[in-house]
């Protein structure tokens, strides 16, 4: 008896780690509306989680973008709408970018437009991370590592955190960065 038990014990550890190291536990199926089952990333509670499912799956945001979560001085759907305004100006090059992200943001729809100016800067940054990972260049743990430092970033920046923390931050996320993309 103390055999099988023994032997049940070591299956059952064993099926435990092989399902949390490769399980998308967390992750939810739905339906698409042609029936299609799609992966939402949605279903975990960690930032960096929900970021490596989505790189994983290749599925977009459901909700609000990352850095717009939890936000103290921000509103979710305000900082959702400035996103969503600005992924026109990503289409664009220097100087005609730069004018597209001042006009976006106004007095009226953002109260520190330099931290906004510096949270839609950081989007491009995050995105060549995903080309970086996408191209092969570099894996998925890597990649959600570096998204969560530029999302952390992205928070610390809206919820106008000082300006010493900010850059602490920056300098962190610069070291891992030369790590993992040289």
């Known amino acids: 008896m103390q ?12 099926s435990l780690s092989a399902y949390a190291a490769g399980s998308s536990a967390g992750a939810v199926f739905k339906e698409s509306d042609t029936g299609e089952k799609i992966v939402n990333c949605e279903g975990f509670e960690i930032a960096r989680n929900r970021i490596k499912c989505r790189l994983e ?13 939890g936000l103290a001085s921000v509103s979710e759907d305000d900082c959702a709408t400035i996103y969503s ?21 106004t007095e009226k729809n953002s ?6 100016y510096i949270v839609l800067l950081l989007y491009e940054l995050e995105e060549y991370v995903e080309e970086s990972f996408e191209d092969g260049n570099i894996e998925v ?14 928070k610390d920046v809206l919820n106008e955190k000082p300006k010493a ?18």
């Open 165 to 182: 923390n900010i850059q602490s931050s920056i300098a962190s996320f610069r070291k891992t960065w030369q790590s993992v993309i040289s």
């Open 85 to 105: 305004a600005s992924l026109p100006c990503y289409d664009k090059k220097g100087t005609s970018k730069d004018k597209c992200f001042k006009g976006l943001l």
């Open 57 to 69: 799956n290749d599925v977009s945001t459901d909700g609000a973008p990352e850095p717009c979560r």
């Open 3 to 14: 055999k099988i038990l023994t032997w049940f014990t070591v299956i059952l550890l064993l």
């Open 141 to 154: 743990i890597e990649a959600a590592d570096l998204i969560n430092e530029i999302v952390n970033i992205k």
């Open 111 to 116: 109260p520190s437009k330099k931290r906004w």
